[in-house]
């Protein structure tokens, strides 16, 4: 399985951004996309998850309204769309994927990409 995380950059707060990921290597029917996100000197820490198959979403509270989670069945890719970023939203950004269930722990996700840097400025 390889995932390929992209779109990050600088962005004024209150802008937005939207971050893809491109997945290959097998069938992910049965597989749940998620995004986490890690700042400097913090832990990763669970953004959204979407089910590929039945597109079910999962937000961490404090993006709750204002990101929103995505998937292109037919092209295998996986969205973060970002609205109203804060600077506290300022971290690298990865997509990870998992079978079977949702998770929001980082340790239960078995595939990751490389992860790309979001940063909002004040």
């Known amino acids: 399985v390889q995932l390929q995380a992209s779109g990050g950059g600088l962005v004024q707060a209150g802008g937005s951004l939207r971050l893809s990921c491109a997945a290959s290597g097998r069938t992910f029917w049965n597989y749940y996309m998620a995004w986490f996100r890690q700042a400097p000197g913090k832990e990763r820490e669970f953004v959204a998850y979407i089910s590929w198959n039945r597109g079910t979403t999962s937000y961490a509270d404090s993006v709750k309204g204002r990101f929103t989670v995505s998937r292109d069945t037919n092209k295998n890719m996986v969205f973060l769309q970002m609205n109203s970023l804060k600077p506290v939203d300022t971290a690298v950004y990865f997509c990870?994927?998992?079978?079977?269930?949702?998770?929001?722990?980082?340790?239960?996700?078995?595939?990751w990409g490389q992860g790309t840097q979001v940063t909002v400025s004040s």
């Open positions: 990870a994927t998992r079978e079977a269930e949702g998770m929001t722990t980082p340790g239960r996700y078995n595939y």
